[in-house]
């Protein structure tokens, strides 16, 4: 049988380690600017919710919105739909229409500013909507407002940071309606 001979690691020297340096460097620089331009690009096409240019557009301006729509929404004269933020439909039913009027009343005419919610801003099932607190011109949140007039419903599958809130004035709206029920039941006349 023939010895076998053992070969020996290979000597590295200081000049190939700085080559294999500097390309595992120009990698992971590469592969870092790739990661936030997709991150960049993916921000400006909206894929985590509102886009980065509609929020600049839109975030803390004040604008008059063209009508008012089903869900409710908010229309304006460039075709952007805005829901509200936290609140689900009509808690009436099929009378849905009904809070228009009261929406029209509250804005008055007037411009809203829309505020976005951190990670909420997405509606689910309705492409190209945005999803906001919107603020009216005397201050007071139309959100907020729905929910303690008993017109809308909370929206417990929307993640927001006042979430809680919004469930408490859903109760309170509820309890609110239950209490003048019974006192009016109380104060009916007997024929």
Same mark, same amino acid.
């Given at each position: 049988?023939?010895?076998?001979?053992?070969?020996?690691?290979?000597?590295? !020297? +200081? %000049?190939?380690?700085?080559?294999?340096?500097?390309?595992?460097?120009?990698?992971?620089?590469?592969? /870092?600017?790739?990661?936030?331009?997709?991150?960049?690009?993916?921000?400006?096409? /909206?894929?985590?919710?509102?886009?980065?240019a509609d929020r600049a557009r839109w975030a803390g301006r004040w604008?008059?919105?063209a009508s008012v729509g089903r869900g409710p929404v908010l229309q304006f004269d460039d075709g952007t739909q805005v829901r509200l933020l936290g609140v689900a439909g009509a808690s009436n039913g099929p009378e849905e229409d009904d809070m228009a009027p009261q929406i029209r009343a509250w804005l008055g005419g007037g411009a809203v500013r829309l505020h976005f919610a951190p990670g909420a801003t997405r509606v689910q099932g309705m492409p190209g909507v945005l999803a906001a607190?919107?603020?009216?011109?005397?201050?007071?949140?139309? @959100?907020?407002?729905?929910?303690? %007039?008993? +017109?809308? @419903? *909370?929206?417990?599958?929307?993640?927001?940071?006042?979430? *809680?809130?919004? !469930?408490?004035?859903?109760?309170?709206?509820?309890?609110? %309606?239950?209490?003048? %029920?019974? @006192?009016?039941?109380?104060?009916?006349?007997?024929p």
């Open positions: 049988m023939a010895k076998r001979v053992l070969s020996s690691p290979p000597v590295y !020297t +200081l %000049a190939a380690w700085r080559r294999r340096r500097r390309w595992h460097v120009s990698l992971a620089l590469l592969f /870092g600017v790739m990661v936030l331009l997709s991150v960049w690009m993916a921000d400006r096409m /909206g894929v985590w919710g509102v886009a980065g604008v008059v919105p607190y919107v603020e009216l011109p005397d201050g007071g949140v139309l @959100n907020e407002r729905l929910l303690q %007039a008993g +017109l809308v @419903n *909370e929206d417990r599958a929307s993640h927001h940071p006042a979430a *809680e809130r919004y !469930t408490l004035l859903a109760r309170q709206a509820v309890d609110d %309606a239950e209490r003048a %029920a019974k @006192n009016k039941a109380i104060r009916r006349p007997a």
